[in-house]
């Protein structure tokens, strides 16, 4: 059965510093990976998605994710955190059908 | 051009009353889920259609609640009777199927059971 696990449900970052967000799947097959953001009282949007293409994926707003089969991994990246970018992130698998992970509140201090 | 659009996008009502929430999908889209929101539980995928069918309701939570898609453009999630422990925000989201695409969420509707 897929899966899907976020590491840490509350991430802090400096503005500026590199935004990192860990996301582990379990899959028996090839996954479809993603990853959402939610702005307080929003619902999700996508950021970047992950369909065999290509390892390194660009999003919006200046996030990437890696996929890496040998460590079942799909972190979220962002060279320099801004104010705007706090908020909570989704990781999912799936194709039409979504597994979400459990999410990960960002923080950005001033 | 206008996204998922869910009403009401607050709703507060007394336990024991019959609560209906209301989602159009992106038009041209012919998948529409509802999720459940909450603190404890995370974000839960309660039932998908497929081209207005039903496909999968194994996460609605019991009797209480059912889902009804009359037409592409319209679904509705009723809770009935409505219990305190159904406060949460419940999303719908579209795509369409048959290769990967994204979801398309809507604004959710926040739910308050008294």
């Known amino acids: 059965a897929q899966s899907v696990t976020q590491l840490g449900s509350h991430v802090s970052v400096s503005e500026g510093a590199l935004v990192l967000l860990r996301c582990n799947y379990s899959?028996?097959?090839?996954?479809?990976l993603f990853w959402y953001v939610q702005y307080p009282n929003q619902g999700l949007q996508l950021l970047l998605k992950?369909?065999?293409?290509?390892?390194l994926v660009k999003g919006i707003n200046g996030f990437e994710a890696e996929f890496k089969k040998s460590e079942t991994s799909f972190h979220l990246t962002k060279p320099s955190a801004h104010m705007s970018d706090a908020a909570e992130y989704f990781c999912a698998s799936g194709t039409y059908k979504y597994i979400f992970g459990t999410g990960t509140r960002l923080k950005v201090l001033a | 051009d206008a996204g998922v659009i869910q009403s009401p996008r607050h709703e507060v009502t007394e336990m024991g009353q019959e609560v209906t929430l209301r989602c159009k999908p992106i038009?041209?889209?012919?998948?529409l889920f509802w999720y459940r929101q909450t603190m404890m539980r995370g974000l839960e995928l309660l039932i998908y259609?497929?081209?207005?069918?039903?496909?999968?309701d194994s996460g609605m939570p019991e009797d209480r609640f059912s889902a009804k898609m009359p037409n592409a453009s319209f679904s509705t999630l009723k809770i009935q009777p409505s219990e305190p422990r159904d406060s949460a925000v419940y999303f719908c989201a579209s795509t369409v199927t048959g290769r990967v695409e994204t979801q398309y969420f809507g604004p959710g509707t926040r739910l308050l059971v008294l």
């Open positions: 259609f497929n081209n207005n069918v039903p496909i999968d």
């Open positions: 038009s041209g889209h012919n998948s």
């Open positions: 899959s028996s097959v090839p996954p479809y």
């Open positions: 992950y369909t065999s293409a290509a390892t």
